[in-house]
Structures are given as C-alpha cells and as structure tokens.
C-alpha cells in the first residue's frame, strides 16, 4: 500500500539502496510507520513510536502523540510487512490493527470506483468521524466526508464518499477522528485497488 505501488517498485529501491544507500529509513519499521503517518496522511502531531512488535517480516508499530497527562497516546497500531527478498527487503505499510476504531468497509484489496461506502466500528464519547480517499503520489485527498457522529462501544458507523482523480492501483482509505485533545487522536486505514 505505502510507500511502494508495487514489488517491482520495492526490488528498484533496493538496487538504489545498494548502490548509494537511497532512502535507509525503509529498513525501518518504526520510521517507516512514522513517515506514513507524519507525512503520506499529514497527521504531524502524531509524532512518535508508542510501542512496538516486530516478529520476522511482521511488524506492529504503535503511533501516538503526548497527551500532557501520563503515557503518550495511541493514535493507531500501523502494520507492516516486509515486501521483496533478501536481508535488505523494505518494509511497506498494509493496513491497522486497532480495536477501538475501525475500517472494516470497504475490505482490505478489493476493487473499489467511486462513490465507496465506508464503515467500521468506533468507541468513544462524541466523536466525528472524517474519511479520506488518498494515493501516493497526491498531495491532496482525492474525496473527503467529513463529521460522521459516532460513539458508545464498538458502535457501527457508515458513510459514502465520492473520489475522483485515482490512477489505476493501490488507493489508501483513511478514517480518522479527533477534536478533544487535537485536530487527529485516533485513524485507522484499509488499501483498496482502482481500476
């Protein structure tokens, strides 16, 4: 999903890598969760690692931000896997794992045109929730719907969202909420594929 399109894309960085050490925060999950979060989705105050698991070409690498009282919060656990062969494959972000805000719709890989319903479940007190449509590539969303109400525990949530500027392949469905602390508190993610 990020931040290659494809293996293909992930074999060339490494032979960049070899050649001249291109880019070596790809060998690094932690990084490379929080180059995903700071700077593919624009989340800047989610800006440290809270905790984290790596096991093999598996890694769950918790992303948060100082919430001024106590421990730092979570704001999602990012999954990444190792794509490509060899000791210097990079690692590629595939999705979250998180409980207590969902993306569940539309389902992780499946082909997707505009509009997209998407829906998941949320706990939590008052919360609006914002969809966005992203790709590598734009700096911009490509669809936004913004301010679904949600709250209570585990409660479903839904909505459509309308996108347009997609090229063909992987396209980054991102939900968010926040506003009691700051702008961004909690997110989750799920990669379709256009075209």
Do not use: K, N
Request: a negative charge; glycine letters at 14%; proline letters at 5%.
């Amino acid at each position: 999903m990020w931040p290659f399109a494809s293996v293909a894309d992930a074999a060339e960085w490494q032979r960049r890598y070899r050649d001249g050490g291109d880019q070596p925060w790809h060998l690094d999950a932690e990084q490379t969760a929080l180059s995903f979060t700071t700077g593919f989705l624009g989340f800047t105050e989610i800006d440290r690692v809270v905790a984290r698991s790596i096991r093999g070409d598996d890694a769950r690498i918790s992303v948060g931000y100082e919430s001024g009282e106590g421990p730092a919060s979570v704001a999602a656990v990012i999954h990444l896997v190792r794509i490509g062969q060899g000791p210097d494959a990079p690692w590629e972000v595939v999705g979250t794992a998180d409980s207590t805000l969902t993306l569940e719709r539309p389902r992780y890989g499946a082909r997707v045109s505009s509009p997209i319903t998407a829906g998941g479940r949320i706990t939590g007190v008052d919360e609006s929730i914002q969809i966005d449509v992203r790709q590598a590539g734009s700096e911009r969303p490509l669809g936004t719907a913004c301010c679904v109400p949600g709250g209570g525990q585990r409660q479903p949530w839904s909505t459509r969202v309308s996108f347009r500027g997609a090229d063909a392949g992987a396209v980054v469905i991102v939900a968010s909420t926040g506003g009691h602390v700051q702008d961004v508190e909690r997110f989750a993610i799920t990669g379709v594929r256009v075209g």
